[in-house]
């Protein structure tokens, strides 16, 4: 059974990037969860990178603000956009 401060759910992303003469096109699918008021956690499930993976962390900031911080690893493509 999960905890009950998290949840979970999976999200198509998808970008593209020009670079010279070029655009380059990347799509993932994610599995998400949430530890709620603490982090989001990222892990692709399929997509066009070897792995990609990481984390937004929630720090509260007084009772107004709140500051995101991305850590993320991904390994780069080993197919070549059609």
Known sequence: MGDINSTSQ?????????????????????????????EISFVQVEGDFDSFQGRWLLEQLG?????LKL???ETCMTKMPA
């Open 10 to 38: 999976s999200s198509l992303q998808e970008g593209y990037k020009g670079l010279l003469y070029m655009v380059l096109h990347a799509r993932v699918v994610l599995d998400l969860c949430e530890k709620l008021e603490q």
């Open 63 to 67: 009772n107004h603000h709140t500051l």
């Open 71 to 73: 850590d993320e690893t």
